[in-house]
């Protein structure tokens, strides 16, 4: 339930909804009616315990040091994380992280390796989500 109240002559918002709890202030009362629209459909979508400032970096970085040494292609994946990290999706928010974003990577990727390597990638990557929702950082596997 989001609360819209003046503080001075600003206004701020305080949304808590499914344990969850976010608030930002605006100069005007529209802007933070919209922003508590929008924050409220976005924090009902997930469920309980989800990490809503988990960024993809994170991820890769936690999925680096946890998971890949106990795989026998640990320097292979430990490279191809490295090169995802560098990424502008990777600073992106999980809970953000949408398909076209992997669709749009396989497209450029697909410009200069084969497709047997791309697969190969987004296996990589399917395997990092699903350790995302192990660990409760999102609800959905984007990939």
Do not use: C
């Amino acid at each position: 339930m989001a609360t819209v109240r003046k503080r001075g002559d600003k206004w701020q918002v305080q949304i808590t909804l499914n344990g969850h709890r976010k608030s930002k202030t605006f100069q005007t009362k529209s802007q933070a009616s919209a922003w508590a629209r929008e924050t409220e459909q976005e924090l009902s979508l997930l469920g309980d315990n989800v990490d809503l400032r988990a960024t993809f970096d994170q991820l890769l970085n936690r999925y680096a040091k946890e998971i890949s040494p106990t795989k026998g292609g640990a320097d292979w994946e430990q490279g191809r994380i490295d090169k995802f990290r560098e990424l502008p999706i990777a600073e992106k928010r999980l809970v953000d992280l949408k398909r076209e974003d992997f669709e749009d990577y396989i497209e450029d990727r697909l410009k200069t390796v084969q497709s047997s390597t791309v697969n190969r990638e987004l296996n990589l990557l399917r395997h990092t989500m699903t350790q995302a929702r192990r660990w409760n950082l999102m609800e959905h596997n984007s990939v």
